[in-house]
């Protein structure tokens, strides 16, 4: 079982040698809390190879007043490390 956990910042990684890394498909469990006092402020309890795990710490999360929800996410990865990757950029090319 292969779990990723939101780790450093981006800029932590700057040239970092992505010849082994490849895009993988992971699935992102995180918790929003739905109470007056944090409305809809989330955070991320890891990143998982597989679905069936996910769904096991998804039930295993049911508490008083959170709501925990799953999405599958595309992770740029070494198998150490993962890059969550968004939406494809159109990069402009100066002349």
């Known amino acids: ?4 956990k939101e780790l450093k910042k981006f800029e932590d990684y ?3 040698n992505l010849e082994n890394f490849r895009i993988h498909e ?3 469990l995180f918790v929003i809390d739905q109470s007056r006092e944090l409305q809809g402020i989330s955070h991320c309890l890891g990143f998982f190879e597989s679905p069936t795990t996910a769904n096991q710490v998804l039930e295993e999360q049911k508490l008083e007043g959170v709501w925990c929800q799953i999405e599958i996410v595309s992770i740029l990865t070494d198998g ?3 890059f969550r990757i968004g939406n494809p950029v159109e990069i402009v090319q100066e002349k």
């Open 1 to 4: 079982m292969q779990v990723f």
């Open 14 to 16: 700057k040239g970092l």
């Open 26 to 28: 992971y699935t992102h």
């Open 80 to 82: 150490k490390i993962g």
